[in-house]
């Protein structure tokens, strides 16, 4: 395609972008499940005391922010990708 500019190309970045969106995607799928195996021990009593609770919520609340970081890093692929042109020129920078 050439505009006013000169000659574009397909952008390469744009489909490495949405590449890794996708990979990203996938991780932000499995880490729903990182620490549960530990959790569900816990409440299914393989540790019993009132450090064995503190311990729970301190995992809880990793696996919560865990999903938070994967959520958020999901978005901001997203949006750079979504704001790289699909085409640039052909004698521009990569």
Do not use: C, H
């Given at each position: ?11 390469p ?32 009593g ?49």
């Amino acid at each position: 395609m050439t505009t006013m500019s000169g000659p574009e190309i397909v952008n390469p970045r744009k489909a490495e972008l949405r590449a890794l969106a996708d990979r990203a995607g996938e991780v932000e799928s499995a880490v729903a499940t990182v620490l549960e195996a530990a959790r569900s021990a816990l409440e299914g009593g393989a540790w019993v005391s009132s450090t064995a609770r503190t311990f729970e919520e301190g995992i809880t609340l990793a696996r919560q922010d865990i999903q938070r970081a994967a959520s958020g890093t999901v978005a901001a692929i997203e949006a750079e990708w979504a704001s790289t042109p699909a085409r640039i020129p052909a004698n521009g920078p990569i």
